[in-house]
């Protein structure tokens, strides 16, 4: 079973031309599946239509094997990480990363441990009492995702998370964000408008165009195919 199934996946805003035009994508359990397409393509559509934060035209979303087309957003189990990363500046590293847990009212014991168990996976650690200014963009990436991953999401998605950075820094974020999919395993749903980064992040790579899904293929394959 897939971890997520869009299965004929339409969008329309008001009465225009279809922002998502039919797609279907299995994304596999722990796989990396890279959104890819020129600006307007529809692909952060599709992506808050995973997430919940847009209503699906027509078509089914299922996630662990169950249609969610009408559930909210804190009913997915679903972990969003934004462009900004929107880390709680007054906070420190660790309770911008305990954060979910405080607002679910989890006990102290279960939130010390988990930020502890995430901040060393993160390699974070040295780090936990120092506030959101004070660290590097990759440091601050890595809260965010620490977040997502005391929540114990079924999934991560990427919204363009890089597109703010300059060249230097977003060349190691890449690094970075391999590394830690590659380590916690988890299902990963990543758009982006870069080609280098669909080519080195991507189990799979679906190119959209015009709402319309093109291709879905490995890196691999997408590099010799025409
Ligand atoms: P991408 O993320 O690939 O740049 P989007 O999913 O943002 O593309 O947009 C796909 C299409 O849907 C575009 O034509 C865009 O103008 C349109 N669109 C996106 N959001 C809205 C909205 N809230 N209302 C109306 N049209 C929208
Ligand atoms: P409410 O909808 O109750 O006003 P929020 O919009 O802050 O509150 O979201 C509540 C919960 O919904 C969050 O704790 C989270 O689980 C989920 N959620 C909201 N937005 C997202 C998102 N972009 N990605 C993942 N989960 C989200």
Avoid: W
């Avoid at 999401?153 to 703010?164: G, K």
């Avoid at 890449?174 to 990543?190: P, S």
């Amino acid at each position: 079973m897939a971890a997520i199934e869009m299965r004929n996946i339409v969008k329309k805003y008001g009465d225009g031309f279809p922002a998502v035009n039919d797609v279907s994508i299995d994304v596999e359990d722990g796989e990396f599946m890279i959104l890819v397409g020129p600006s307007g393509c529809g692909k952060s559509t599709l992506l808050r239509m995973i997430v919940g934060l847009e209503d699906i035209t027509s078509g089914d979303m299922v996630i662990g094997g169950k249609r969610v087309n009408a559930l909210a957003p804190r009913d997915r189990n679903l972990a969003m990480v934004f462009q900004n990363y929107a880390l709680y500046p007054h906070l420190s590293v660790f309770e911008n990363i305990a954060f979910p847990l405080r607002l679910a009212g989890r006990p102290e014991s279960e939130v010390e441990s988990k930020v502890r168990d995430a901040s060393k996976t993160l390699e974070l650690d040295e780090h936990l009492q120092r506030k959101p200014g004070n660290l590097s963009g990759g440091q601050r990436q890595r809260v965010a995702m620490g977040r997502a991953i005391v929540r114990d999401a079924d999934a991560f998605l990427f919204d363009e998370p890089l597109s703010n950075l300059d060249a230097k820094l977003r060349g190691q974020m890449r690094t970075e964000i391999a590394r830690l999919q590659k380590r916690l395993g988890i299902t990963t749903v990543y758009v982006t408008h870069d080609q280098t980064e669909a080519m080195t992040l991507g189990d799979r790579v679906a190119v959209l165009r015009r709402g319309v899904l093109q291709q879905l293929a490995t890196p691999r394959e997408l590099y010799t195919q025409p």
